[in-house]
């Protein structure tokens, strides 16, 4: 009589396309999670700089500016705006990667545990019929 215990063999789980797919997803994931909070982090930083500094909006109401001043005067107040502006979108971006990556880890680790728990599953199935006895001759 063999034991019923049998051990997982390392072809049955390299095979297994859902537990592939998972450690992907896994790997995927973790990948834009780290990029995502990283960056993140990076550009609020210069957002907190910039809210620091700050900039007055009341250029906007200059009429003694004509289209020829207009343009060299208020130069460096719109390049930080656009700075700041750029930095907004590049926060948002990069939240998105990072609640992206989130979302593909726990999927992936939903497919590892499923393919985990099926790779032992169809183990458990193969051993009991492998240890069954003959049914009688009748």
Known sequence: M????????PPDL??????????ILMLLGAGNWVVGLT????????????????FDQSYLS???????????????????????????????FYHATFLTGQVLFSLGLLFTMVAFIAAIRRDARRAMRSNR???PAG
């Open 2 to 9: 063999r034991p019923m215990l049998s051990v997982v063999k």
């Open 14 to 23: 390299y095979g297994d396309g859902w537990l592939i797919g998972g450690l």
């Open 39 to 54: 960056k993140t982090e990076q550009y609020s930083h210069v957002l907190a700089r910039a809210s620091q500094s700050g």
């Open 62 to 92: 200059f009429e003694e500016l004509d289209d020829r001043s207009d343009s060299a005067v208020l130069a460096p107040l719109t390049q930080q705006e656009r700075n700041v502006s750029f930095a907004n979108a590049r926060v948002d």
């Open 133 to 135: 006895p003959p049914a």
